[in-house]
């Protein structure tokens, strides 16, 4: 079902696994790409799945530290009849192009969104360029010790003669 996907299992299960989402085509979101988590509920697809970005966005319905989606198909009028292709193409796009700035998980980019649309838009493409290319969600690791980096300040807290097996002079 998810073949046109690229799909991460985790703990090699099938309740729990990542899909490489990309942004919509004319949204501010186009180009970038996310990881989704997916978790299925043991009732799925009575009941709905657990849907979160990983990689970070700017968005008023998605909450910027869990990832988790404010989705009102997804969260509360969930069918069985509804399926992860919905989620993948029709939920989450929907999200994206037609933001609700009145029911935000997000304050800050809902009131961003409604006082200032253009410091929003400029936000969210700054966001998508910076957390939502392709090697942020196949190098997470990588984008994870060049940030550590960054509160470094280039030099070592131990010098050679630190050295574990070196007698103290």
Known sequence: MMSDYNVETINDGLNEFNVEFHGPKESLYEGGV?????????????????????????????????????????????????????????????????????DPLNGDAASMMMKNKDQYEKKVKEYCERYAKKENITNERLEEDSEDEDFSDGKSASSDEDIAGHADP
């Open 34 to 102: 996310w990881k989704i988590r997916v978790e299925l509920p043991d009732a799925y697809p009575y009941k709905s799945p657990s849907i979160g970005f990983v990689n970070k966005i700017f968005h008023p319905n998605v909450d910027e530290l869990s990832g988790s989606v404010c989705l009102d198909v997804i969260n509360q009028s969930w069918s069985p009849m509804f399926d992860l292709l919905n989620v993948f193409e029709v939920f989450l796009p929907q999200l994206l192009l037609y933001p609700n700035a009145s």
